[in-house]
Nanobody, 128 residues
Framework: QLQLVESGGGLVQPGGSLRLSCAGS????????IGWFRQAPGKEREGVSC????????NYADSVKGRFTISRDNAKNTVYLQMNSLKPEDTAVYYC?????????????????????WGQGTQVTVSS
């Protein structure tokens, strides 16, 4: 079974950038849709971005569109989230999640219900 480990979080000033990684182990990621989610204290978990099995289909939350970029490198079994122009409201624990897509259909979901494999989360703090 696929296991996910996030990395790349940390403290950054407003306007700065971070690059999060979601590394898969246990099996290849070629058959997994990957989503990035975040949860701030006292708030509900929200979808940030998602990418289909090949990287051809992506979605972004309106709040991050134009600032964040999701990509995947199946050869490295890794999905990335490049976060630019960070704002204090981006502060949250960021999680990656996977949904097995056996037929490798071109789709991904911005809601959490299809995802049943989750990483441990990585803290992103945007503050001056």
């Amino acid at each position: 079974q696929l296991q996910l480990v996030e990395s790349g979080g940390g403290l950054v000033q407003p306007g700065g950038s971070l690059r999060l990684s979601c590394a898969g182990s246990g099996c290849t990621s070629d058959y997994y849709v990957i989503g990035w989610f975040r949860q701030a204290p006292g708030k509900e978990r929200e979808g940030v971005s998602c990418v289909d099995t090949s990287g051809g289909i992506i979605n972004y939350a309106d709040s991050v569109k134009g600032r964040f970029t999701i990509s995947r490198d199946n050869a490295k079994n890794t999905v990335y989230l490049q976060m630019n122009s960070l704002k204090p409201e981006d502060t949250a624990v960021y999680y990656c999640a996977a949904d097995w897509n056996r037929l490798r259909r071109s789709w991904c979901s911005m809601t959490s219900y299809p995802y049943d494999i989750w990483g441990q989360g990585t803290q992103v703090t945007v503050s001056s």
